[in-house]
């Protein structure tokens, strides 16, 4: 079983950066899973924000890329993502997933508002 918790969402200025975090439980195994955020914007699908492997090697949806950066800390089971110039069509709930032989868990979701 795997547990995700997200932090760091909240509201800021267009323009500015947040840093979001995934801290994952569970076994000592998982620490090096793919790892990856999606948002979801209100009335809108879930979409793919970015993606890493547990090598570090890392996707971007086009619409995030040069502004967006995702990391991660394999010791300590933690994924990031640095969000940059951000816009106002940034606006979502964010989660963090992670997949586990064969299936997907996720986080409960960390609300980013960007908005002057």
């Known amino acids: 079983q795997v547990q995700l918790v997200e932090s760091g969402g909240g509201l800021v200025q267009p323009g500015g950066s947040l840093r979001l975090s995934c801290a994952a439980s569970?076994?000592?195994?998982?620490?090096?899973?793919?790892m990856g955020w999606y948002r979801q914007a209100p009335g809108k699908q879930r979409e793919l924000v970015a993606t890493i492997t547990g090598g570090g090697s890392t996707n971007y949806a086009d619409s995030v890329k040069g502004r967006f950066t995702v990391s991660r800390d394999n010791a300590k089971a933690t994924a990031y993502l640095q969000m940059n110039s951000l816009k106002a069509e940034d606006t979502a709930v964010y989660y963090c997933s992670m997949r586990d032989r064969g299936t997907d868990y996720w986080g409960q979701g960390t609300q980013v508002t960007v908005s002057s």
């Open positions: 569970g076994s000592i195994l998982i620490r090096f899973n793919p």
